[in-house]
């Protein structure tokens, strides 16, 4: 079913996503050493990472990242003991044939099918990895821009070494995608990550035709004959995030396909998409009003560098050097809240998101 808000983790249930889908299982079975996949927020990423790891038929730790702790090895320990423990629980044989291996490795103990990681020793993971490498493991890591930091560095160092001394597949997702390329230190010679080259993977919003197709199959599948003009105020509305295709069909499926459900999808929508932008605010205190200033300025179309910035100095009624907005422009367009369009000489720049956008024009 499309209309199905969890994680698919089958062919059948992905819209759409065939190339994307055999690029990745190519790479997975070329068994290289780093593929990034990345997309801003509801694109689908996680969905099309599971259905191609379930089909590639190689055992796979799939380590959620976020809201972790990026300054706490420990958290970054216990995400990847969870999602060990959970792949372990479904495949006891393989916990067989791992156990002898696993008892060996300071810092680790085992108690029935479940293995629990000591985050004193930063050897400990390291020789962890190497005994799942035997087996042929996939190791992903869902949102590993969130692990910034020391944790981050440490987690970057990791892969840094199995790509140079291993045969283990890193696959990494990212919604934010200039942190992500900060986490792969593209443009850092320091970075741990620097250098090394990875197969990116790219996904991107439903075109207009395909988001009214993604509606009716969804309708389709649920036996609901949806109007059509309903359906095209959903797509003017909500653009081709499929997240959020996926939440109209939900909404509409329980309560009845209407314009109404349009509205009341954006409400619901537009909490999460706050929360978010709160997060990213909370991490920096000092500057939250002006990035505010600045996402509300976009929403209601003053979207230029000229107009932003007057809207800046009108707000603190003093003039902003160029190298603040930049700074405080990069920051959003690291974090995918907004993109930058050029056309010509004309630069532009928009929320990323039309949920957050609607949120943000109230």
């Given at each position: ?29 070329h068994q290289k ?206 653009d081709g995030i ?92 690291k974090a995918s ?26």
């Amino acid at each position: 079913m499309y209309f199905d808000e969890r994680p698919k983790s089958r062919r059948e249930d992905l819209y759409d996503r065939e190339r994307e889908l055999e690029e990745m299982l190519t790479s997975i079975e070329h068994q290289k050493p780093l593929v990034v996949l990345k997309g801003i927020r509801r694109l689908g990423k996680t969905s099309l990472l599971r259905v191609a790891l379930n089909e590639v038929k190689k055992p796979h730790v799939i380590v959620d990242l976020r809201g972790v702790n990026p300054n706490s090895r420990r958290d970054l320990y216990l995400r990847f003991q969870s999602a060990l423990n959970e792949y372990l629980s479904k495949n006891a044989p393989l916990f067989g044939r791992l156990k002898d291996k696993l008892k060996l490795i300071d810092g680790v103990s085992l108690s029935g099918i479940r293995v629990s990681l000591s985050w004193k020793n930063p050897e400990t993971l390291y020789s962890l990895i190497s005994a799942l490498e035997g087996e042929g493991f996939v190791i992903a890591f869902d949102e590993v821009q969130e692990a910034r930091g020391p944790a981050g560095k440490e987690l970057a160092s990791l892969i840094a070494h199995f790509y140079d001394y291993g045969d283990t597949t890193f696959i990494l997702t990212g919604s934010e995608i200039g942190l992500l390329y900060d986490f792969l230190g593209v443009e850092n010679p320091d970075a741990p990550l620097y250098g090394r080259v990875f197969h990116e993977i790219e996904l991107s919003r439903f075109s207009r035709g395909q988001s009214l197709d993604f509606l009716r199959k969804g309708f389709e599948q649920a036996g609901v004959d949806a109007p059509e003009e309903v359906l095209e105020k959903a797509v003017d509305r909500l653009d081709g995030i499929v997240g959020w295709l996926v939440k109209f069909g939900v909404v509409s499926l329980r309560e009845g396909v209407g314009e109404e459900v349009i509205d009341k999808v954006l409400e619901e929508a537009s909490k999460l998409a706050l929360a978010e932008l709160k997060r990213f605010l909370e991490k920096r205190p000092l500057a939250r009003r002006r990035y505010l200033t600045i996402l509300r300025a976009i929403a209601s179309g003053k979207n230029t560098w000229s107009e932003l910035k007057r809207e800046l100095e009108a707000k603190e009624k003093r003039k902003i050097e160029d190298a603040v907005l930049a700074r405080l422009l990069n920051a959003l367009l690291k974090a995918s809240f907004i993109e930058k369009r050029i056309e010509g000489r004309n630069v532009t720049y928009h929320i990323a998101d039309p949920v957050l956008e609607f949120a943000l024009s109230k």
